[in-house]
């Protein structure tokens, strides 16, 4: 697959892409979610500022980011002790 030259509107601004095909969807759900959270943090809280309304999104992007993070490692470790316990009774009904 080859790429493709798309432009993506954010805050009022339109910014020139090079994406892979199959990337073109998910590319442009990003610029339509990140402008209804720009639009709901002005409409809940008054902000007009879109250096201002960019920073929160980007902060609540990277809060739940990290959230995601820290329970994929949680997850993960959860998996590793339960394969470990799977793994002991295993060597103990095999002896």
Do not use: C, W
Not at 1 to 17: F, Q, V
Not at 57 to 64: G, L, N, Q
Not at 69 to 85: A, F, P, R
């Amino acid at each position: 697959m080859g790429e493709l030259s798309i432009k993506i509107r954010i805050a009022e601004r339109e910014y020139p892409m090079r994406v892979k095909e199959e990337e073109e969807e998910r590319i442009r759900v990003v610029g339509k979610v990140l402008n209804e959270r720009m639009r709901f943090y002005k409409d809940q809280f008054g902000i007009q500022d879109k250096q201002d309304l960019l920073a929160m999104v980007a902060f609540e992007t990277m809060a739940e980011k990290m959230k995601l993070e820290d329970e994929k490692t949680s997850h993960v470790s959860d998996i590793g002790q339960q394969l470990n316990v799977l793994d002991e009774l295993l060597s103990s009904a095999s002896k």
